[in-house]
């Protein structure tokens, strides 16, 4: 299924004494994968070249 068409769920409101803040989904508890990290990395700093440029 197209992801234009998935609904989203409808807003979770908290019952009296459950927290507002929502609990991590599934694949947000498992550590970043090493390469993920690097690629965090190398993003951190802004790439200002001019990448259309075609070399003389």
């Given amino acids: 299924m197209p992801a234009a ?3 989203s ?3 979770h409101i908290p ?3 459950e927290p507002s803040i929502p609990e991590l989904e599934e694949d947000e508890t498992i550590a970043p994968r090493p ?3 690097i690629a ?3 993003r951190a700093e802004p790439d200002v070249e001019d990448h259309g440029r075609r070399p003389s």
């Fill in 5 to 7: 068409e998935v609904p």
């Fill in 9 to 11: 769920p409808p807003p």
């Fill in 15 to 17: 019952a009296p004494g």
């Fill in 35 to 37: 390469e993920e990290e």
């Fill in 40 to 42: 965090d990395e190398l």
